[in-house]
């Protein structure tokens, strides 16, 4: 039972930091899972969406949030004032939040999709969602220097190497545990 847990969770990890990189990377991708087996009948689920997600709306932390509504012209709320904060943090938008998507946080919005090249409608729909949602992890407003990104990048490849031997470690050692092997 205590393998199984542990292998649940390196999986559920594993997939977390894939999910990450494929979004850093700007890979789409649904829901779905992708399963590895072998001859004797032993079968790994290896879900290719988070295993905990976030509340969409949640506040994550000072400067991080989770947009999970689409905020068009009229719109009134506290996610729009979280987008009026991030597109003044990124440099798109210079007054005040007031939580209005008025024709100023269109004109934000639309810059915002122009810099990262999705069609400027003005309207926060999935693809401005998905943007808004891909993190680098780097608090809003701040940025490290290149040599640091890459030592970041560097780390995360080798966190995701030492995953994928753990990973096949467990599964030698549950094959061998369901074969009576011990």
């Keep these: 039972m205590?393998?199984?847990?542990?292998?649940?969770?390196?999986?559920?990890?594993?997939?977390s930091t894939a999910s990450v990189a494929?979004?850093?990377?700007g890979y789409g991708g649904g829901r779905g899972s992708s399963?590895?087996?072998?001859s004797r009948g032993v079968s790994i689920v290896v879900p290719t969406t988070?295993?905990?997600?976030?509340?969409?709306?949640?506040v994550l932390g000072a400067s991080t949030f989770n947009f999970g509504s689409n905020l068009g012209l009229g719109s009134r709320s506290q996610e729009v004032t979280a987008l009026q904060d991030r597109?003044?943090?990124e440099g798109f938008f210079s007054i005040a939040s007031t939580g209005y998507f008025g024709p100023i946080t269109l004109g934000a919005v639309q810059a915002y999709q122009r810099a990262h090249g999705i069609s400027a409608t003005?309207?926060?729909?999935?693809?401005?969602?998905?943007?808004l949602n891909t993190s680098?992890?780097?608090?809003l407003g701040a940025s490290a220097d290149p040599e640091t990104e890459a030592k970041i990048s560097s780390v995360r490849s080798q966190l995701a190497a030492v995953i994928t031997q753990l990973i096949v470690l467990l599964q030698a050692q549950l094959n061998s545990a369901q074969s009576g092997n011990y």
């Design 35 to 38: 399963r590895a087996g072998d």
């Design 87 to 89: 597109l003044r943090a």
């Design 50 to 58: 988070p295993a905990a997600s976030v509340v969409a709306g949640r």
């Design 22 to 25: 494929k979004a850093q990377q």
């Design 2 to 15: 205590k393998k199984t847990l542990v292998i649940m969770a390196v999986f559920a990890l594993m997939a």
């Design 122 to 131: 003005g309207f926060v729909g999935p693809l401005t969602l998905a943007r």
């Design 136 to 139: 680098t992890g780097a608090v």
